[in-house]
């Protein structure tokens, strides 16, 4: 260890100057181990809680996801089997009563789907996924067929 | 000074320790993690290129068969094996091919007030382990998609409701929706 390091040397110094030395070269020693030690739990621990943190988290995301791809295929192809705007509506009020009861059971989330607004070439549909973790809304906008 | 030095080493010593859940076999939480990102990955590529509807609708035009074309039985589907689809040679592929025990069950809902929710079983290989992980996608039928079995004398979903053949009824008569079906697949 080094500790011993300050008693070794070629020139014979006074016992009192190498003992000091040594002392230094010691307690110095061990405040670096200690830093080092220290740093390496402190990264380890921070790292470990920001991999935990961020692992959960996307769930919800994930799912709200799959479900607006979902929706958006299937209110596609309501759009093309239904004609003018009135029916659509009624055909989409139906639809989002079902697939709501689905991601309640799937995702415990509340989710609508409704028909906002009509232009001549598209329709405009306002979508949102809310769980007690996750406020997600948007619009999606379809062409007409 | 040496407390301080005891104390260092043993907090480091402690983060280098590979903490296992259990020692019997079971499977650990990253394991995990990646097995239940497998299983949501096979059931969204199977939902966007529309073989998890098929496999949904793989029926035949068959009044006494009560399950899933060419399937064992209603209590456990396919059983041991996956169903004849896409979906069902990823599931083989993913998980049964590894060693992988599944469950794939279709809840689909029943037009009593309040709606309630009724399965087929389409693989069922029994009570899943605690350590089992799930993924559920959501797949909505239309009144003019057809069933899929290689006998299915081309029945859509109405006709084939109507005269018994599939247990799946009608939830909304009067629109293009026919009923949306959970597809929920366990793995462990």
Known sequence: ?145 | MAALLVLAALLFSMQSLVVTPTTDGAVDGATRAELRGQAGDVLTVAADSGSLSRTVRYWNASTVERTFAGAVRPSVGYGEAAPPTPLGAMVEERFLRRGYRVNLVVAYLVATDPPQWETARVVYRGVPSEDAVVATHTVTLFDDDGLTGPDSANATMVEASRSGMIPIPDVAADSPVYNVAEARLVVW
């Open chain 1, 1 to 145: 260890m080094v500790n011993r390091a300050g008693t070794g040397t070629a020139r014979p110094q006074p016992e009192a100057q190498a003992g000091r030395r040594g002392q230094l070269i010691l307690a110095g020693s061990v405040a670096i181990a200690v830093a080092v030690l220290g740093a390496a739990v402190l990264l380890n621990a921070a790292m470990y809680t920001d991999s935990m943190a961020s692992a959960d988290r996307p769930r919800s995301v994930a799912a709200a996801e799959r479900y607006e791809q979902t929706v958006e295929n299937d209110l596609r192809r309501l759009v093309a089997e239904t004609d003018g705007a009135a029916e659509l509506r009624r055909n989409v009020t139906a639809y989002d009563e079902r697939i709501a009861l689905a991601a309640a059971r799937s995702a415990s989330a509340s989710l609508e789907v409704e028909l906002v607004g009509s232009s001549p070439s598209s329709y405009t549909f306002s979508f949102s996924f809310v769980t007690p973790r996750l406020d997600y809304r948007t619009t999606m906008t379809i062409a007409r067929p």
